[in-house]
């Protein structure tokens, strides 16, 4: 599985966007269920990471997490 490090606050601006566009999808079904969570959960992280006074504000994601986010990047 392969990792990248992205900067925080543009992760954080793409998974807003994302929660965007899945919230106007009239699909309801489980995988879209997962998929929000799974947007949710990075995008919260990401907001904290940027919030983060320390450091250069990044965050780990798996090229699947990647995947589900890059459309709206």
């Known amino acids: 599985m ?4 992205l900067d925080a606050a ?3 601006k ?3 966007n994302a929660l965007i566009t ?3 999808a009239d699909e309801k079904s489980e995988a879209h269920q997962r998929k929000t969570l799974m947007i ?4 919260a992280l990401a ?3 940027a919030e983060c006074k320390h450091g250069t504000p990044v965050i ?3 090229s699947e997490e990647f ?3 890059s459309q709206n990047w």
């Open 10 to 12: 543009r992760l954080a």
């Open 22 to 24: 899945l919230e106007a």
């Open 40 to 43: 949710q959960r990075m995008g």
């Open 2 to 5: 392969s990792y990248a490090a």
């Open 47 to 49: 907001m904290a990471a």
């Open 60 to 62: 780990t994601l798996t």
């Open 67 to 69: 995947w589900l986010i």
């Open 14 to 16: 793409a998974c807003k």
